[in-house]
């Protein structure tokens, strides 16, 4: 049966092509939607952009028809724009007779449920609002077009049970012949199902449908990193693969996502020369309360959000010499032009060829934003980004609805991509401990 969709403000500043998300069922957007959406529109920030967006759909809909009425929609349902009525607001309990908002569109999804025979469902991504939808007997749902359950997350790797005759023939020809039933750029790990001591590791490569050999930092390490586990290894061939241009890498702090991805990227850009220069970038989220405006110029503004990235390779360059006395940091690499670190709010627009581009914390950043980075990607780009689903300090986006989470599901099928999820801590005891316990 056909149903009928309200939906609220944030599910439309979330995803403004969320109007034709739902198949040929009919969409109704009341009008204190649009009323809360003009506020937005001349914020200069996604959400801004997101409103001017929304109010550009709804505008060039509108020519030959009343919204009012009814706009056909290409996927077989109607958009209509509902007008609220005062008597609608009669429908609700006391406490929400108010002209609040999600009161107001609360009382036209409530009518809507009175005048249709058909399934009534109200969208919102306010948990709040979710819990009063129900019970005034309402049924409420979260908008999960581009959610993906983090249980559920492309882990990257699998193990495969082979004969020790096969584990043996990879050992020998460098290379395994598979059946084609792994994804491009998988890591996997080929366990003797006789002996699991006797087992090998290997990238699945879809073009030539075998299991190759990963590939190896040199002997001193990368910038004197090594890889500690079997998941590193993994990631340190899936960013020295300059045939791999996007690379994911999740997991909880302390796994070594940002180091790895920094140590790769300074090695390929300074020692084999790959990439013209190091681009490091994130998401200015504060945890915890903000401080508030921050004196300086623009490089002044950035250092306390910049800190963990100038942390990171002030490790890698060994800061302290043998005698004690301390080196040159990171801002010798920015003179040099071999690294650049800035915000992500300054990346719209641009192009970036020939560089290899970090993006750091990327689990705050929503799927819009994600493809606004990805396609920055000029000829000979590589991005790389980092993050950990489960520390998210972006209100408007969670371990389900990340852009980092939904980039790896899409892109899991795609020979230019590769991903892995890190499982181990190796910043300290105390570090995976309390990653563990807490």
């Not at 009323?35 to 529109?41: C, H, N």
């Not at 948990?127 to 129900?134: C, E």
């Not at 005698?323 to 800035?342: A, D, N, P, Q």
């Amino acid at each position: 049966m056909k149903k009928v969709y309200i939906l609220d403000t944030n599910v439309l500043l979330h995803d403004p092509e969320a109007l034709f998300k739902f198949e040929d069922n009919d969409v109704v957007v009341p009008i204190t939607v649009i009323e809360e959406i003009d506020r937005f529109k001349k914020d200069q920030n996604e959400t801004g952009r997101n409103a001017r967006h929304v109010s550009r759909i709804l505008d060039r809909m509108r020519e030959g028809n009343r919204l009012t009425e009814g706009v056909p929609l290409e996927t077989g349902g109607t958009l209509i724009v509902e007008i609220y009525q005062e008597e609608f607001i009669r429908q609700l309990p006391p406490e929400l007779r108010t002209e609040r908002g999600d009161n107001r569109i609360l009382a036209v999804a409530m009518q809507k449920k009175e005048q249709c025979d058909c399934p009534v469902v109200f969208v919102t991504k306010d948990t709040n609002l979710r819990i009063k939808a129900d019970a005034l007997g309402l049924a409420a749902e979260d908008y999960e077009s581009d959610k993906v359950s983090i249980e559920d997350l492309y882990s990257g790797t699998a193990q495969v049970m082979l004969s020790k005759e096969q584990v043996d023939t990879f050992y020998g020809q460098g290379f395994l012949a598979l059946p084609d039933e792994y994804l491009p750029n998988q890591c996997l790990t080929l366990i003797d199902v006789g002996n699991p001591s006797h087992s090998a590791i290997g990238r699945y490569s879809k073009a030539q449908r075998k299991v190759v050999p990963l590939l190896r930092p040199p002997k001193e390490g990368l910038w004197g990193i090594h890889s500690r586990n079997r998941e590193q290894q993994f990631a340190f061939d899936l960013l020295l693969n300059d045939d791999i241009q996007l690379v994911t890498l999740v997991g909880k702090a302390g796994t070594g996502k940002t180091l790895l991805a920094i140590a790769a990227g300074l090695h390929k850009v300074s020692d084999e020369g790959s990439y013209s220069r190091l681009l490091v970038s994130r998401p200015v989220f504060p945890l915890g309360k903000d401080l508030g405006f921050l004196p300086g110029d623009i490089e002044e503004k950035l250092a306390p959000w910049m800190q963990p990235i100038f942390d990171n390779v002030e490790l890698l360059l060994g800061n302290v010499d043998e005698r004690g006395k301390r080196k040159r940091g990171y801002k010798e690499l920015v003179e040099l032009g071999f690294l650049e670190i800035e915000a992500l709010t300054y990346i719209r627009g641009r192009s970036i060829p020939r560089q290899f581009l970090i993006v750091d914390e990327a689990q705050n950043l929503t799927p819009h934003e994600i493809k606004t980075i990805v396609t920055r990607a000029g000829e000979g780009t590589k991005i790389v980004l980092t993050g950990d689903p489960y520390q998210i300090d972006n209100p408007y986006v969670d371990s389900s609805s990340n852009g980092l989470t939904y980039l790896v599901e899409k892109f899991k099928g795609q020979e230019l991509a590769g991903h892995v999820i890190l499982t181990k801590g190796e910043r300290s005891p105390l570090a995976e401990l309390a990653a563990n316990l807490l």
